[in-house]
Structure formats: C-alpha cells, structure tokens
C-alpha cells in the first residue's frame, strides 16, 4: 500500500538530510576534539608508548648489568683482599727463582687490567 503523499516524501528527505547533516557534525566534532586532546597531550610534554617501553627495556638491560658488574666487584674484591694476606704468609717460605724469558700469561678477563674508578659520593642535602 503505497501512497503519493508530497508532505510524507518531503518530511523523509528532511529528515534523511538533517541526518546526513547531524553525521557530518558528529565526524566534525571527533576531529576537533582529536586536535584538542593531541594539542593538550603535546603541551602535557608527555611520552609515547613506544618510546616508554624502549626505555623500560633499557632499564632493565642497565639493572642487569650492575647487578652484574657489583658480583664481579665483589669477585674482585674477595680476590684481593685473599691476596694481601697471603704475602704475609708466604715471606716465610722461600721465594722460587723466575726463569728468565718465560712470560706471564695474559689476563682472561679485559678488565682485570683496568682500575674501577670510585664515583664521589652523592651529598645529601636537607630540605
């Protein structure tokens, strides 16, 4: 049942193009507020998610090497303070000639040659 009503056929295409209109206002306001929040986000000086999780990563590499580089410090140190009480002990006993020509062999590790520089300490203040 199909009527030729014009009031009918013109309210459907009001209505058709207000929607149309109101899609276009709602895709509108979307960008504006996208811009905004960017805007505010950039001037907030805030990171991006990526560049977040680059630098946790790094963290974690840099923990793990410390916690590394603190054993063999402490390695060391064993080994040395091992080492200072035993020409204590050895001056008793006769020292063995060295050969002449015969060589050391070089350190496995690269930085038993190298000094571990002492980093000042940090200084407090009270606030």
Known sequence: MQTDN????DMVKMMSGAM?????MKDEVEA?????????????????????EVVRDMTALARQENERLAARVAELEAQLSGKAKAPKARAAKA?????????K????????KKPIPKKPAAKKSSS
Do not use: H, I, W
């Open 6 to 9: 014009k009031f009918l056929d």
């Open 95 to 103: 020292a063995p000639a060295k050969k002449a020509g015969v060589k």
């Open 20 to 24: 149309s209109a109101a899609g276009g």
């Open 105 to 112: 062999a070089p350190a496995k590790n690269a930085y038993a």
């Open 32 to 52: 504006r507020m996208r811009q905004n929040m960017e805007g505010f986000f950039t001037r907030m000086d805030f990171v991006r998610r990526e560049e977040f």
